[in-house]
C-alpha cells in the first residue's frame, strides 16, 4: 500500500476524531433529542416567541451535528478501507479516491468549529462608516456595503437595512445592516476595522491617485443566551428625531427614528428604517445591546479600549485591516494575515471567503492558515 496514502488516511482520522471531542458531539446529540422531546409536546407552540427561539436553537445544532456525524462516519468507513488496503487493491483505489473527496468537508468543519463563542452563530449587525478621503471615501463606503451585501447574498443570508444616511455628492456617509444566517457574526467578526482603498478617483478631473478610508464595525445581535444586565430607565437615554432620506411625507413629518445612549459608555444607536417608532426603539435597543456585549469582549480580552460608540481614527494615522490597492498596482491585503489576493474586482464583488478564513486561522494562531 502506498505510505503517503495511508499518512493522509491516518491523519484524517485523527483530525475527525479530535473534532467529535473538541465539540462535544455526544452532548450535542443529546441535546437534539432533548429539543425534538420538547418539540413533540402538545403545548409546544402556545408561547410563539419561545417556541421559535428553541427551534433556531435546534438549526444552529443540527447544523454542527450533521455534518460532523457524515465525517466521523466516513472517518470509520476510512478505517475499513486501511484495513483491506494492504492486501487488496480494489479498497486502495477506493481510499485513494475517498480521502481528497472529504477533505473539503473536514475543513469546512473545522472552520466552524473556530467559532465556538456563544455570540459566533449569532446574527450580524454590519455597521459601514465613510473616514478621510472626501466624496471618494463616501463612494467606497458604498462600495464596501455593497460588497458585504453581495457577500451574504451569495450564501443565502437575508440582509435588512438598518439605517442609511446618503452622502451629498455621491455614496454614503454611513449605513448599518442586519445580516441574518448561520454563523453571520462568526465569520464576519475580523471585518471590523479600518478599510484602506487607493485608485484613480473618479472624482478628481486630472485623474489624481486617491487614498481613501472607511471603517467597518461588526457586532452580534444579541438573543438570549447572550445576559447582559441594563437598566433602560436609569442606565439609557432615549431620543426621538425625524427620519433623514427618501421616504415621503410620513418620513419627514414624524419623529419615528429613534436614539438609544447608554449614558455610563456613550455607546449609541440610532434606528429610522422603520416607519412605526415602536419598531424603531426595539431593533435601537437590540443594537445598543449587542454593542455593548461586544464592549464587554473587547475589555476581556484587553485588545483595545472602550470605543464609547466610535471607531479609532478612520484615516491616516488609524490601523488599517485591509488595503485595497487598484493603481497602479491590483490587489488586495489583509494587514494582520497577509492574506493577499491579485482579484480585486472579485473581492469587492463579495468573494471574501478566503479573507475571512485566514483571519479565523491567523486568530487561533494557526500557522496553517491560508497566506499569499
Not at 238 to 255: F, I, M, P, Y
Not at 283 to 309: I, N
Request: proline letters at 3%; aromatic letters at 6%; a negative charge.
Amino acid at each position: 500500500m502506498n505510505p503517503e496514502l495511508r499518512d493522509q488516511a491516518q491523519q484524517m482520522i485523527q483530525r475527525i476524531v479530535h473534532l467529535r471531542d473538541s465539540l462535544d458531539y455526544d452532548a450535542k446529540l443529546q441535546d437534539v433529542d432533548e429539543i425534538n422531546q420538547k418539540m413533540a409536546a402538545p403545548d409546544f407552540w402556545d408561547d410563539q416567541e419561545r417556541a421559535q427561539q428553541t427551534v433556531g436553537q435546534l438549526s444552529r445544532l443540527n447544523a454542527n451535528v450533521k455534518p460532523l456525524g457524515e465525517l466521523i462516519q466516513s472517518a470509520e468507513d476510512i478505517g475499513v478501507l486501511l484495513e483491506f488496503a494492504e492486501d487488496d487493491p480494489s479498497s486502495e483505489k477506493e481510499l485513494a479516491e475517498t480521502v481528497p473527496q472529504l477533505m473539503p468537508k473536514l475543513e469546512a468543519v473545522e472552520l466552524q468549529a473556530m467559532m465556538s463563542d456563544p455570540a459566533d452563530a449569532s446574527n450580524a449587525f454590519l455597521k459601514v462608516q465613510a473616514g478621510e478621503g472626501g466624496t471618494d471615501a463616501s463612494d467606497w463606503a458604498e462600495m464596501l456595503l455593497r460588497m458585504y451585501l453581495r457577500w451574504a447574498e451569495q450564501r443565502g443570508f437575508k440582509v435588512e437595512m438598518i439605517d442609511r444616511s446618503d452622502a451629498e455628492e455621491a455614496g454614503i456617509r454611513n449605513a448599518t445592516i442586519l445580516i441574518s444566517g448561520e454563523y453571520a457574526y462568526g465569520w464576519l467578526k475580523g471585518e471590523n476595522g479600518n478599510h484602506r482603498l487607493i485608485r484613480i478617483s473618479p472624482f478628481d478631473a486630472a485623474g489624481r491617485r486617491q487614498t481613501s478610508f472607511a471603517a467597518i464595525d461588526v457586532t452580534p445581535e444579541v438573543d438570549d443566551n447572550i445576559d447582559i444586565d441594563i437598566d433602560w430607565d436609569k442606565d439609557v437615554r432615549e431620543d426621538t428625531l425625524r427620519s433623514s432620506g427618501a421616504g415621503g411625507q410620513h418620513v419627514n413629518k414624524t419623529e419615528s427614528a429613534v436614539r438609544v445612549t447608554h449614558l455610563e459608555t456613550g455607546v449609541f444607536a440610532l434606528c429610522q428604517s422603520e416607519r412605526s417608532q415602536h419598531q424603531n426603539r426595539a431593533t435601537a435597543r437590540k443594537m445598543l445591546l449587542s454593542k455593548l456585549y461586544q464592549l464587554e469582549l473587547e475589555r476581556r480580552l484587553d485588545e483595545v479600549a472602550a470605543r464609547r460608540g466610535e471607531k479609532s481614527k478612520i484615516g491616516f494615522g488609524g490601523e488599517t485591516t485591509r488595503h485595497y490597492v487598484l493603481h497602479p498596482e491590483q490587489y488586495v491585503k489583509d494587514a494582520r494575515t497577509g492574506h493577499k489576493t491579485g482579484q480585486p474586482d472579485a473581492v469587492l464583488d463579495g468573494d471574501l471567503d478566503s479573507f475571512l478564513e485566514s483571519y479565523l486561522h491567523w486568530n487561533l494562531g494557526d500557522e496553517s492558515s491560508p497566506s499569499a
